[in-house]
């Protein structure tokens, strides 16, 4: 759920601004640092980048037998790490408002702030804590998936209730509306992307373990790590 | 190539400078949100519409369906100002100046829409990108929204035969099968590129990659004159929105 071009008073696009601001200058510092240091990297990042977008492109079947698009945050986020997320995330909305008149440049601002930021800290927040814990890989990637896409939609009601507080019921009026309006259709979608997220996770540990585990999302196999450990004594 | 970018490649501006185009299609924005709604947003919308028909020669047909992405937006979000929550007449009740409030935010959004529009339909993405570091952006970070943006196409079009050869071979018949070949498409689009990445890396290391990617731009100056035109314009508009208020209200 984007928020459209021009859908927020102008306080409030700045002010959403002003708040994902620190988010994405922390992550673009981190980037450079990373891309300056390996500059290979960028090819990589640029590449997940990509991948975002295509993922958020996605045609996601829904309950009512319309389709939807997943956010992608989830998976974005376990990949790739939160900070990484704010910094592809902000250019997959800058993208997506350019290219695809989804979302715009004045609420890019908020929409950074729900989608690559909230959403991904949420998602992998849980996902750690799970993993923490000792819950299996899929039962924690789907929990991520599915908190990191329904707290992106509930910023996203937020936002919208603190831009159009209802004549009646003020604010709170405002949130259950957008709230109902959002838990109808979200629900049901945030499911449906915490599903998609495990399918596509379970076929990455058959074919890209090599890369989950160099993105820190698979520990390296004791054998892995003694075969690399005997590559490194030869090569010494 | 998505649509839009598409047709910015063909556009009549596409040799003017982005500064020139983002002054007037971002100020068109501007003053779509900052103006009243009623005339302010109206007047940007046709005088938005008028540029993109008229001198920026884009398309109508193109136009109208690039433009009914956000309208829906638009349209679905101005429904919830028409009815509130609580109140003596019932849990839910029409809003009393709800038809008021969704009418203008659907003039302010619609209008703003279109001053985005204008830069975009007139704009290529990979003309405006390398220009980005002149205007203070780490080159590091365009070089990633560079090759995002380059790799977007390349991954769309995987995904894109992936699906084909999906349904041919039944993929999408029953809903078990539709979520399956979803996953397999995610898998592989992840899978091709980070394929692709290393691919390229392979290609450019051999061409003495040193961490920048140097592409060229087409020369293009800012124009004094198309800018202070410009400017100009969203003066007159904001100056006929501030005489026609009062009247019109």
């Not at chain 2, 003017?16 to 779509?32: C, E, I, S, W």
Request: net charge positive; proline share 6%.
């Amino acid at each position: 759920m984007h928020i459209a071009e021009g859908f927020l008073p102008p306080a409030h696009a700045v002010a959403w601004g002003v708040a994902s601001a620190p988010f994405v200058v922390h992550g673009a510092r981190s980037l450079t640092r990373e891309v300056r240091e390996h500059p290979e990297s960028t090819l990589l990042l640029g590449a997940s980048g990509a991948f975002t977008f295509v993922l958020s492109a996605l045609k996601l079947p829904s309950v009512t037998g319309s389709c939807s698009h997943p956010t992608g945050t989830g998976l974005g986020a376990i990949l790739f790490r939160p900070p990484v997320m704010a910094v592809l995330g902000t250019i997959t909305l800058l993208f997506q408002a350019l290219l695809l008149a989804h979302g715009g440049l004045t609420t890019l601002g908020a929409n950074v702030f729900s989608m690559a930021i909230v959403g991904p800290w949420a998602g992998y927040g849980v996902y750690r804590l799970l993993r923490r814990y000792g819950v299996p890989l899929m039962v924690a990637v789907f929990s991520g998936a599915f908190v990191a896409d329904l707290s992106t939609y509930c910023v996203t009601s937020v936002q919208l209730a603190l831009a159009f507080p209802d004549p009646a019921g003020g604010f709170l009026g405002a949130l259950g509306k957008f709230g109902s309006i959002f838990a109808v259709t979200q629900i049901p979608l945030a499911v449906s992307e915490g599903l998609l997220t495990v399918l596509v996770m379970r076929m990455l540990v058959q074919s890209s373990r090599g890369e989950l585990t160099r993105l820190g999302v698979l520990v390296a196999s004791a054998a892995g790590r003694k075969r690399a450990e005997s590559a490194g004594a030869v090569a010494r | 190539m998505l649509p839009i970018d598409a047709a910015a490649h063909s556009s009549r501006w596409r040799r003017r400078h982005p500064v020139d185009k983002a002054v007037l299609g971002f100020g068109l924005t501007v003053l779509a949100i900052s103006l009243p709604p009623w005339p302010g947003a109206a007047l940007v919308l046709v005088t938005a519409l008028a540029v993109l028909l008229g001198p920026a020669g884009v398309p109508g047909r193109r136009l109208w369906r690039a433009y009914r992405v956000p309208l829906g937006f638009c349209v679905t979000g101005a429904l919830t100002l028409l009815v509130q929550v609580g109140g003596p007449e019932g849990f839910v009740s029409p809003a009393e100046d709800g038809p008021l409030r969704a009418g203008e935010l659907l003039l302010r959004t619609s209008a703003a829409s279109l001053g985005v529009l204008l830069f975009a339909f007139t704009t290529p993405m990979s003309d405006l990108l390398p220009r980005l570091v002149r205007a203070g952006v780490p080159a590091p970070l365009v070089d990633v929204a560079l090759v995002t943006y380059r790799m977007s196409f390349l991954l769309l079009d995987s995904v894109h035969r992936v699906r084909q050869a999906q349904a041919a071979r039944l993929g999408h018949t029953t809903r078990a099968a539709t979520w399956r070949s979803l996953g397999g498409l995610g898998a592989t689009a992840f899978v091709r590129s980070f394929d692709r990445a290393a691919r390229l890396q392979t290609g450019l290391a051999g061409r003495g990659y040193d961490g920048t990617l140097r592409v060229l731009v087409p020369e293009a100056r800012v124009s004094v004159r198309f800018t202070l035109w410009s400017v100009a314009l969203l003066a007159a508009l904001a100056a006929l929105t501030l005489v026609l208020e009062r009247p019109l209200s």
